[in-house]
């Protein structure tokens, strides 16, 4: 694959670098930096809605706390290990996937990762238009998706340095905004009996709730890379810790804040009507002040994920044919993102809820044995040593085929099958005599770990360990001059 003309201005401009390597010559930017980042990225509604799952299924309110904090911080532990990749890398996430799967295996789960992208925007910009519709009161829910979908466009579009700016400044705002809302949650809003009962504990609610936490951050994973690929390459242990505790606070905050709203709102609960409601007790017009910060939010989120999904799509043609990922290119695939989720978002079905829970367990089931794939290369195999010119190459070192990733995954997630809990999707035997407790999460991670590392006892670490050495002054550049072969 060649690159011509995709080198970036530090800072200034439109990114035009996609997929390709970031040389070192054009690393930047301040490691803690990626806080604010995952941070935003969990401080908005749609986080809010999967603190509502064990409310919604029978569960008092501290299991549902207890079930939350636990499920963000274990998913939490996979997505910032994904993250530490990137500046050790310099490659956006979903390429890194060849080496386990092959130049052309990498589709499999480059799909499902299309398909996310594509699907939480979709819930992203319904929820985006709504909370501006019902904050400005002007203008229908339709135009405002419009209008949600083209401020998205136009921050990924300008790309890295944009968005880690955007999401920068905005998590001051979110801040403020969140601290109010607590305080009108904690001295407005009334608790049922028994919210805070330990000996009323439901296994069911309790496990579907820290499944969902978990997936949700798990389902970050997929992302993290993109954002960190800038940073120098000794920037890889505080990526780890800005994004564990940037994402698990923003998540585990808002995840709370919706298990409270929705706890005393019960029957009557409504994702932005609920929100609009306990922040307007505070004060007058505090309501309509919190949607229009939330919106941003969710703006801001939907731009990582065109830009992702722009990233996810470009990476899958090089696959069945080698292009050169060019600032069109990058055009052309992000507006077809955004029209994906525009459309979607008019036809998308009233019951959020019950559709965003379902979404949200299959993301988990998909990317589980992804997960434990990758980072079982990353830390245990390949122990962070790739030699990523090859990866370029359809005909490399990592092969068209990685057998042993591929098989890992499938079977990974074919054991899982029986502990799904899919809502009305899908119910597994197993699950089933459980009452629907769901722990398949627990099933497909080790599975696929030990089958991988199994799988790929003979691989030449240390000659490709050597090949890496040999081909960096070639690759630095290459890169540098836009010429990756």
Known sequence: MSSANTGQAKGRGLEVRSIDYVPLSERHGKVSHIGPLWFMSNAQIATLAVGLISITTGGNLVWSLIAIAAGTLVGTLFMAAHSSQGPQLGLPQMIQSR???GYIGALLVWLFAYLQYAGFNIFNTVLAGQALAGSVHS???????????????????????LIHGFERYLTYLTIAMLALLTVAVVTHLSMPAGAFDLADFHLVP?????????GYQISWAIYVSDYSRYLPPTSARGTFRWTFWGSSLGGICVMFLGAFIA???????????SIQATAGKLFPGFGSIALFIAALGLVSVTALNMYGGSLTLISSIDS????????????????????????????ASADFLANFNDFLLLVLYFFIPWTAVNLTDYFIVRKGHY?????FKPNGIYGRWGWPGIIAYLVGFVVMIPFF???????????????GADISLFIGLPVSAVLYWLLTRNIDVAG???LARAQAAQLEEAAHEHILP
């Open 263 to 273: 706890a005393a709102a019960g029957k009557n609960f409504d994702t932005i009507g």
């Open 320 to 347: 069945v044919r080698t292009i050169r990922p060019t600032l069109r290119l990058r055009v052309v695939t992000i507006l077809i993102t955004a029209a994906l989720s525009l459309v979607f978002a008019n036809l």
């Open 387 to 391: 030699a990523i010119a090859e990866i």
């Open 99 to 101: 080496p386990q799967f």
């Open 206 to 214: 309790f496990l579907g709730q820290l499944g969902v936490a978990a």
């Open 421 to 435: 809990s899919a809502g009305a999707l899908f119910v597994g035997p197993v699950a089933a005599a459980m009452n």
């Open 139 to 161: 203008g229908s829910v339709n135009v405002w998706f419009w209008v949600v979908t083209i401020v998205a466009v136009v921050v990924a579009l300008f790309g890295y340095d």
């Open 464 to 466: 490709e360990a050597e």
